[in-house]
């Protein structure tokens, strides 16, 4: 698994929504039965992150500023905010090279489906599997053949092949990706022109208008 070295700063006592309105985001460093670590880190930095790492598993050498000490560890949640979809908070797992994590490894699939050539729809059910494993084991990715796959087909957790050291948590019967049959195409929509909608309306008027008109005919009989 890849390295990369992040920095971060010491939160103090600074509140977390303080924290978010000067740029930052406030995170904490906890695990391996040591002492949580409250950080911050500024928002754009933690966004370069996240776009270097492209979606992979990454092991983070977690660095305070103005300090040599380095914490190993992985990103384990990422805080969004449901409104704003701006990332609200962080939490890293300290790791060692000797006790085994719990982590989930991200798919990457790669080829054509036949089934896709024949008007299939590909549809990716799960983007990554629950695994147990040495943080030195654990690869970034896993990449998984869609190729081969005919409508109705599907690969599932059991069909996997990693590494006897590498222990699958996700049940095995749970689906990957499938390839559906084609979806019935709706009928294409003509747009409606501007012009469309002005004659439309002056119709409507007129009807309206000649509905008043009967009807004002009707009341002058009857009289």
Same mark, same amino acid.
């Given at each position: 698994?890849?390295?990369?070295?992040?920095?971060?700063?010491?939160?103090?006592?600074?509140?977390?929504?303080?924290?978010?309105?000067?740029?930052y985001i406030p995170g904490i460093l906890y695990g391996a039965g040591k002492k949580s670590v409250p950080f911050k880190i500024l928002a754009h930095e933690f966004l370069h992150f996240l776009h270097f790492i492209?979606?992979?598993?990454?092991?983070?050498?977690?660095?305070?500023?103005?300090?040599?000490?380095?914490?190993?560890?992985?990103?384990?949640?990422?805080?969004?905010? +449901?409104?704003?979809?701006?990332?609200?908070?962080?939490?890293?797992?300290?790791?060692?090279?000797?006790?085994? !994590?719990?982590?989930?490894?991200?798919?990457?699939?790669?080829?054509? %489906?036949?089934?896709?050539?024949?008007?299939?729809?590909?549809?990716?059910?799960?983007?990554?599997?629950?695994?147990?494993?040495? !943080?030195?084991? !654990?690869?970034?990715?896993?990449?998984?053949?869609?190729?081969?796959?005919?409508?109705?087909?599907?690969?599932?957790?059991?069909?996997? @092949?990693?590494?006897?050291?590498?222990?699958?948590?996700?049940? %095995?019967?749970?689906?990957?990706?499938?390839?559906?049959? %084609?979806?019935?195409?709706?009928?294409?929509?003509?747009?409606?022109? +501007?012009?469309?909608?002005?004659?439309?309306? @002056?119709?409507?008027?007129?009807?309206?208008?000649?509905?008043?008109?009967?009807?004002?005919?009707?009341?002058?009989?009857?009289?």
């Amino acid at each position: 698994m890849k390295k990369v070295e992040l920095e971060v700063e010491e939160r103090g006592e600074a509140k977390a929504k303080s924290l978010r309105r000067e740029g930052y985001i406030p995170g904490i460093l906890y695990g391996a039965g040591k002492k949580s670590v409250p950080f911050k880190i500024l928002a754009h930095e933690f966004l370069h992150f996240l776009h270097f790492i492209h979606g992979e598993q990454v092991v983070v050498d977690l660095k305070f500023k103005g300090k040599k000490k380095k914490y190993l560890s992985i990103l384990k949640d990422t805080q969004y905010d +449901p409104v704003k979809d701006t990332v609200i908070h962080l939490d890293f797992q300290r790791v060692d090279t000797k006790t085994p !994590i719990v982590i989930e490894i991200p798919f990457v699939f790669v080829g054509e %489906p036949k089934g896709v050539k024949e008007g299939g729809v590909l549809e990716e059910i799960h983007r990554s599997v629950e695994v147990e494993a040495l !943080i030195q084991d !654990i690869p970034e990715h896993i990449e998984v053949d869609v190729s081969e796959l005919s409508i109705g087909n599907s690969i599932h957790i059991k069909d996997l @092949r990693l590494p006897e050291n590498i222990k699958i948590l996700t049940h %095995p019967e749970e689906t990957i990706v499938t390839v559906l049959a %084609p979806r019935v195409m709706e009928e294409e929509i003509k747009p409606v022109l +501007p012009e469309e909608v002005e004659v439309a309306g @002056r119709e409507k008027e007129e009807e309206v208008e000649e509905g008043e008109e009967k009807e004002e005919k009707k009341r002058e009989e009857s009289e």
